[in-house]
C-alpha cells in the first residue's frame, strides 16, 4: 500500500448468512487490511444488557452500553448464539444505539491501512465513500443451507425449516426498521452466492477491487 494514500475501506452488506463474513475475512487478509463483523458490535451491546440483567427496550441505557463497548474484545463464539442475535436485532433498531455503534465502527476504519467491514448499513451509512461496495445476497435456502451447516459444525442440531422461518424474520425486522435499513446502496457491485462457492465469490470480489484501486 502506498504512503499517503487514503485508507482503503472496502463495505460488504448483505442479509444474514449470505457469506458476508467469510468474504470479508479473505479480502482483508489479501489486501492487509483490518476486518470488523460490525453484526458483533450489535451482539455485543445486547450481551452486555442480557448478562447484566437489564432490559432490551431502554434504549438510553442501551446507548451507554453501546458507547462503553471495547472493539478489540469482539468473540464471534461467544457472541454467535441464537438468543443474542435476536437479542442485537431489537436493539440495532435504536437510533441512539446506531449512532453510537456507528462512531466507533468509523473509528475502526479511520485506523491505517484500512478495512473491510461487513454489515447492514455499511455503503449507506457507516463509509458512503468507501473504495468499493459490494452487496452479498444468496436465496433463502441457500443461506438457510449455509447456516445449518455452521450449526451443525459446531456441534448443534439444526431444522432448516425453523432457520429459514428465523433468516426471514431476522430480514423482515432489519430491512423494515426506519433508521438504516438494510438495502444495497446505490453504487454497491452485487454477489450472489446462492451457486457461487465462496472461493469464486472472493475471486469475482478480488478482479474488481483490483480494478478501483488501479483509478
Ligand atoms: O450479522 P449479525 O447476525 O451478526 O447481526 C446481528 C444483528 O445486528 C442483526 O439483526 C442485524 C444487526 N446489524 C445492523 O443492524 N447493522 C449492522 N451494520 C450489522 C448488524
Not at 462503553?68 to 442475535?85: C, E, P, Y
Not at 448499513?121 to 473504495?131: K, R, S
Not at 461496495?133 to 451443525?152: D, H, L, M, N, W
Not at 433468516?167 to 446505490?186: G, N
Amino acid at each position: 500500500m502506498n504512503p499517503g494514500r487514503p485508507n482503503i475501506i472496502i463495505a460488504i452488506d448483505g442479509p444474514a448468512a449470505a457469506g458476508k463474513g467469510t468474504l470479508s475475512r479473505r479480502l482483508a487478509a489479501h489486501y492487509g487490511l483490518h476486518h470488523l463483523d460490525t453484526g458483533l458490535t450489535y451482539r455485543a451491546t445486547a450481551k452486555a444488557l442480557l448478562d447484566r440483567g437489564l432490559p432490551l427496550d431502554d434504549e438510553a441505557l442501551a446507548a451507554d452500553v453501546a458507547r462503553g463497548l471495547d472493539l478489540s474484545g469482539l468473540d464471534r463464539s461467544v457472541l454467535a448464539v441464537h438468543d443474542v442475535g435476536e437479542a442485537a436485532s431489537k436493539v440495532a433498531v435504536m437510533p441512539k444505539v446506531r449512532r453510537a455503534l456507528v462512531e466507533a465502527q468509523r473509528a475502526f476504519a479511520a485506523d491505517p491501512p484500512g478495512a473491510v467491514l461487513d454489515g447492514r448499513d455499511i455503503g449507506t451509512v457507516v463509509c458512503p465513500d468507501a473504495l468499493i461496495k459490494f452487496y452479498v445476497t444468496a436465496s433463502p435456502q441457500g443461506r438457510a443451507r449455509r447456516r445449518c451447516e455452521e450449526v451443525i459444525r459446531g456441534g448443534g442440531t439444526a431444522d432448516i425449516a425453523d432457520i429459514i422461518a428465523d433468516l426471514q424474520k431476522r430480514d423482515a425486522r432489519d430491512a423494515a426498521r426506519e433508521d438504516s435499513p438494510l438495502r444495497p446502496a446505490d453504487d454497491a457491485h452485487l454477489l450472489d452466492t446462492t451457486e457461487m462457492g465462496i472461493e469464486a465469490a472472493f475471486e469475482a470480489a478480488r478482479v474488481l477491487v483490483d480494478a478501483a484501486l488501479e483509478h
